[in-house]
């Protein structure tokens, strides 16, 4: 494991949440969609389920992308800037079946807060073990989703099987073409 089971889960949805808005689609177009997404990534914590909360959400997901593939200063800027508005404040904390593990926000922050303190906090931890590379862009030809490479040897190129097939496709075609 590279980094904390709770960081992990938090970089992955991080990227997941910054994917929402990959290739021109809108994948969280109402509240119920983000509803979903939230159930899905397992985010506690008081919900409004309103267009507010929705448009507070997908502020934080551009604000996110920026840090995707960015150097260094640029993600320390996002990190400190998401850890400042949404008012982190780190404590260890225990519930259902997770072992302690590290809330920054309070349940009653608004969702976009929590959501983005806990990317923060997980980016931070990327930061201090010098593995921003292992926040990168999806190497595909029309590809530019967010992946978190948690190998290894740090050898993830594509977001999916899907874009690995198509890149491997093309690349074997242009091998036989020039051959
Ligand atoms: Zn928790
Ligand atoms: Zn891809």
Do not use: K
């Amino acid at each position: 494991m590279l980094f904390a089971h709770d960081t992990e889960m938090a970089l992955q949805a991080a990227a997941a949440l910054v994917n929402t808005a990959a290739d021109g689609d809108e994948l969280l177009p109402d509240p119920a969609s983000l509803a979903a997404f939230l159930d899905g990534w397992g985010f506690t914590g008081s919900r409004v389920g309103n267009e507010g909360e929705l448009a507070a959400v997908r502020e934080l997901r551009t604000v996110l992308a920026g840090a995707w593939g960015a150097d260094e200063d640029t993600v320390v800027a996002v990190v400190n800037r998401l850890m400042r508005e949404g008012h982190a404040l780190p404590q260890l904390v225990r519930h259902d079946d997770w072992g302690y593990h590290v809330h920054a926000t309070e349940p009653s922050a608004s969702v976009a807060d929590r959501m983005g303190v806990e990317a923060a906090m997980a980016i931070a931890d990327v930061v201090r073990a010098d593995a921003l590379d292992r926040l990168r862009r999806c190497a595909a030809d029309r590809c530019d989703d967010a992946l978190v490479d948690l190998t290894r040897n740090a050898s993830r190129r594509f977001c999916d099987a899907s874009c690995a097939n198509r890149s491997h496709v093309a690349a074997y075609r242009a091998r036989r073409a020039t051959a």
